[in-house]
């Protein structure tokens, strides 16, 4: 009845395999660096910057 949807491997641009990282062994301040650089990102500061809904809010 629904039609059943292809696998997707992902990989990089060469098709070669995307690299991970273990930060399970970083040191904090490695982590402080880390958080530093990204933390922006991962806050959603910048993009979206009139977007004032918390989480959980209901948009319009």
């Known amino acids: ?3 059943k949807l ?4 992902h990989t990089r641009r060469n098709g070669g395999p ?5 930060l399970l062994n970083a040191t904090e301040e490695q982590l402080n660096a880390l958080e ?8 959603g500061s ?3 910057e ?4 918390r ?3 209901a948009g319009s």
């Open 1 to 3: 009845m629904h039609a």
């Open 6 to 9: 292809p696998s997707v491997q």
């Open 18 to 22: 995307i690299q991970t990282v273990d």
């Open 36 to 43: 530093a650089i990204f933390g922006p990102l991962a806050t």
């Open 46 to 48: 910048g993009d979206n």
């Open 50 to 53: 009139g977007d004032q809904r």
């Open 55 to 57: 989480e959980g809010e």
